[in-house]
């Protein structure tokens, strides 16, 4: 099973960038797929997760009118489309599948991430 998030560069602020995660040896549209970020310097955080059923959760308020998730089942693959970027959110970006549901809120640090993640610069 390998997972792995690509898409990621730099744009500048107001700009946008589409992120993928895609898999081999599973099927993503059997899996919620959860998408975390960590800044410099920063903790790892949580922004959104699709269930299988195309419902997204929103873990970050500030993703809620900028970000969105959506299934190309016949690539196996998620896109994180970012839109209105800003510089803080700059960071590595993660895809972590779930093969029972989106988590909790409180129930996001328990995932170990196991990909490579993707660099995101936002910057003038």
């Known amino acids: 099973v390998q997972f792995v998030e690509s898409g990621g560069g730099l744009v500048q602020p107001g700009g946008s960038l589409r992120l993928s995660c895609s898999a081999s040896?599973?099927?993503?549209?059997?899996?919620?797929v959860i998408w975390f970020r960590q800044a410099p310097g920063k903790e790892r955080e949580g922004v959104l997760c699709?269930?299988?059923?195309?419902?997204?959760?929103y873990y970050d308020n500030s993703a809620k009118d900028r970000f969105t998730l959506a299934r190309d089942n016949a690539k196996n693959t998620v896109f994180l489309q970012m839109n209105s970027l800003t510089p803080e959110d700059t960071a590595v970006y993660y895809c972590e599948p779930d093969e029972m549901r989106c988590p909790h809120r409180g129930e996001l640090a328990q995932y170990d991430l196991w990909g490579q993640g993707t660099q995101v610069n936002v910057s003038a």
């Open positions: 040896g599973l099927s993503l549209d059997s899996f919620a």
């Open positions: 699709i269930e299988h059923s195309g419902y997204i959760i």
